[in-house]
Each structure stands twice: as C-alpha cells, then as structure tokens.
DNA sequence: CACTAATCCTGGACGC
DNA sequence: TGCGTCCAGGATTAGT
C-alpha cells in the first residue's frame, strides 16, 4: 500500500509528466471514494493549467490557476500515467486528460479521495496534521518534547497524523525495531537517547523506502500496487516466529490499537 | 481532554 | 471447486 515513500515517489514522478499542462477534460466513472467525488468536478478543473504538485502528509496537492486538487491514494490508490489506447482496468475510477497523457486514478479498495478546494488552510484534512518526519523540525528533540506527558504507547503515538505524518504500520514496526524500543513503550518514558534513535531510524527507513521508489513505482503499473520492491528490505513486519535478524531470538507479535505490531522481546525493551 | 473502538472497501488467504 | 469467513490497512468519527 502506499505509505509516505510511494506518494513521495508518486509526486515527484507526476510532477515531471504534468507540470504546466492544461487539463482538457476529466471522467469520473465511480465517484463513490472515502468522501464523493463532487459532480462538479469536470467542469471545475477544464482548461486548468498544472502549476505544482507537492506533498503533506500522505496527501498529494496539486496547485491549480483556481484552487487546489487534494488525492489521498488510500490503502490500494494509484496514480498513473497513461493514454487513451490503454485499456481501462477494473478500479479506474477517474481519468484526468492533457492532451497527449491522462493521469488515471485506480484504487481498488476506495478508502482514497479527490478532492477540490479554492484554498488549502480551509481544508479540515490538512488542518491538523503533525509534523513532517522528512522536515527539519523533525528530530530526536523535537520528538522528545512531543511525547512528554503523552501515555498512549510509542507505536500508537508515531503512528497518531495528528503527532506525527506518513509513518504507516510497516514502517512504524522497522523503526522501532531499529531503535531497540518495544512498541509497548508508554510513549513518556521514552529517554532523550531513544527519542533520538527513533527519529533517525524513521528518516532513515523513510528515505531508503524513497530510493528504492523507483522500482516501486513500475510495479505501480501491477494491479495491487503493493509494496513489491521494498518489501524485501522488512526485517521484522510480518515475520511473526521467525528469527529476530539481531539476536535470532523468536519475533513475536501483539495487537496494538488493532494494527499487527511485530517485535523482539530481547532486542526491544 | 484523552483514549478506544468502529468504520469505510475489496481482494487474498484460509478452512471446510 | 466453491463457498463462507476473516483479515489487512489510513485516518476519521463516534463513543466511553
């Protein structure tokens, strides 16, 4: 699925296709996403002109003459580039055509959006989102200082958009594996070193994620859209009774706030 | 205010 | 083979 990585890649990617084209039209063949796609939205984004493509948080924000286009991928979204003879697959739900390319959106599970708005503060989205862990701001203090007082356990509070941006549940899982912290950790106890362990270690899985990307990106072409490239680079997501990678002792895995958590009882404590 | 659980949806894995 | 059941996952919303 996609996480931060693949929408950084995913940006950067489209920006370079679409970047100063003009919107000719738009086909919405299912508008039922997370939140509707509005009915207006053809007649809204024809003859617009791309003047950027950026990213917040999972939210790719695409900047037009008028307003804003904001896409969420989801869980199973992509984005793609592509034309007029490709066959439609099954999930493509909107194509948004230049005049030699479309940008087709393919989501099959739907929890992802397409959004429209005149300016970006006034979207409740992106109004309370924390801080960016590729940012400068990010860093062992700042997240030292953003977990005092907070009880809620240290995967809970990483994973939390409000605290902190784009770490999904795999790469929560690899960073704190990476730090030697449990994710069972009560998110206040944690020292000023781990705090600063665990920031490095989610730049660093994040940014490792973004350089692989360009392979993700081609396997985006696939139905699924899944992690296919990285995936090879997991060391403890998923490997539940399987030797920890450091100490050979038996991963094991909890349920934390519904989401699968995998860990080491030796490595993390 | 802080935290928990339910929710949206589909495809894939699994058991019978 | 085919059916039913369950699970995965991000982020919001409703509920405690």
Same mark, same amino acid.
């Given at each position: 699925? &996609?996480?931060?990585? #693949?929408? #950084?890649?995913?940006?950067?990617?489209?920006?370079?296709?679409?970047? /100063?084209?003009?919107?000719?039209?738009?086909?919405?063949?299912? &508008?039922?996403?997370?939140?509707?796609?509005?009915?207006?939205? &053809?007649?809204?984004?024809?003859?617009?002109?791309?003047?950027?493509?950026?990213?917040?948080?999972?939210?790719? %924000?695409?900047? %037009?003459?008028?307003? /804003?286009?904001?896409?969420?991928?989801?869980?199973?979204?992509?984005?793609?580039?592509?034309?007029?003879?490709?066959?439609?697959?099954?999930?493509?739900?909107?194509?948004?055509?230049?005049?030699?390319?479309?940008?087709?959106?393919?989501?099959?599970?739907?929890?992802?959006?397409?959004? +429209?708005?005149?300016? %970006?503060?006034?979207?409740?989205? !992106?109004?309370? !989102?924390?801080?960016?862990?590729?940012?400068?701001?990010?860093?062992?203090?700042?997240? /030292?200082?953003?977990?005092?007082?907070?009880?809620?356990?240290?995967?809970?509070?990483?994973?939390? &958009?409000?605290?902190?941006?784009?770490?999904?549940?795999?790469?929560?899982?690899?960073?704190? +594996?990476?730090?030697?912290?449990?994710?069972?950790?009560?998110?206040?106890?944690?020292?000023?070193?781990?705090?600063? !362990?665990?920031?490095?270690?989610?730049?660093?899985?994040?940014?490792?994620?973004?350089?692989?990307?360009?392979?993700?990106?081609?396997?985006?072409?696939?139905?699924?859209?899944?992690?296919?490239?990285?995936?090879?680079?997991?060391?403890? /997501?998923?490997?539940?009774?399987?030797?920890?990678?450091?100490?050979?002792?038996?991963?094991?895995?909890?349920?934390?706030?519904?989401?699968?958590?995998?860990?080491?009882?030796?490595?993390?404590?």
């Amino acid at each position: 699925m &996609p996480e931060l990585p #693949e929408v #950084e890649t995913t940006v950067r990617y489209i920006k370079e296709k679409i970047a /100063y084209k003009r919107i000719t039209s738009v086909l919405v063949r299912q &508008p039922s996403l997370r939140y509707k796609i509005r009915s207006n939205l &053809p007649k809204l984004l024809k003859n617009q002109i791309i003047q950027d493509v950026s990213r917040r948080a999972k939210y790719i %924000l695409i900047s %037009l003459n008028e307003g /804003y286009l904001i896409i969420h991928l989801g869980m199973s979204g992509s984005l793609q580039i592509t034309n007029a003879k490709e066959p439609i697959q099954k999930h493509s739900h909107c194509d948004i055509m230049f005049d030699n390319i479309i940008l087709r959106y393919n989501d099959p599970r739907r929890f992802g959006c397409i959004l +429209w708005e005149t300016d %970006l503060a006034s979207n409740k989205l !992106l109004a309370n !989102l924390g801080i960016e862990p590729l940012g400068d701001d990010f860093n062992g203090q700042s997240l /030292y200082k953003l977990t005092r007082g907070r009880k809620v356990c240290i995967k809970q509070f990483i994973m939390n &958009p409000h605290n902190l941006v784009g770490v999904g549940n795999i790469y929560a899982n690899e960073s704190l +594996w990476k730090s030697g912290i449990t994710p069972l950790k009560p998110a206040k106890e944690c020292s000023e070193k781990q705090c600063e !362990l665990l920031a490095d270690e989610i730049k660093n899985t994040l940014l490792k994620s973004i350089a692989a990307g360009g392979t993700t990106l081609k396997d985006f072409k696939g139905a699924d859209g899944k992690l296919g490239y990285f995936v090879r680079q997991l060391q403890i /997501y998923g490997k539940e009774d399987q030797a920890c990678p450091k100490c050979g002792s038996e991963i094991k895995r909890v349920v934390i706030g519904q989401r699968s958590s995998f860990y080491c009882l030796k490595c993390q404590a």
